[in-house]
């Protein structure tokens, strides 16, 4: 049986280079957790990774590249420090950085 995608986003994760079709009507059951109390705080999950959610994938992959690229001169920033770092990512995402995020294949339509 088909999915219809009524409505999907691409999901690109902060400092990296993967984009990911996420459709909305895939509904996962949430847990929920009983709330007391009058005060409520809000704040970012810090054991679970950032991500950035575009409507357009073309829109997704330019921003991973240009995520990936923001990190990269981070890296070079460090200097020394960071150029083990460096190493590591370009080797974990040398086929995204250099194929799959090329200009060329980011205006291809799929």
Partial sequence: MKQ????????????????????TNDFIPVKRELIT???I???????????YGYLDRAKAMEMAKAGALAHIN???A???DGELAL???RFHH???LTI??????????L
């Fill in 100 to 109: 799959n995020l090329a200009d060329a294949n980011i205006n291809n339509p």
């Fill in 94 to 96: 040398y086929q995204d």
């Fill in 4 to 23: 219809h995608n009524y409505l999907r986003y691409f999901r690109v994760f902060k400092n990296d280079t993967v984009v990911t079709e996420i459709s």
């Fill in 41 to 51: 705080t809000y704040t970012l999950p810090i054991s679970e990774p950032l991500f």
């Fill in 37 to 39: 109390g009058k005060e």
């Fill in 78 to 80: 460090m200097g020394e």
């Fill in 74 to 76: 981070s890296l070079i």
């Fill in 87 to 89: 190493y590591e990512y």
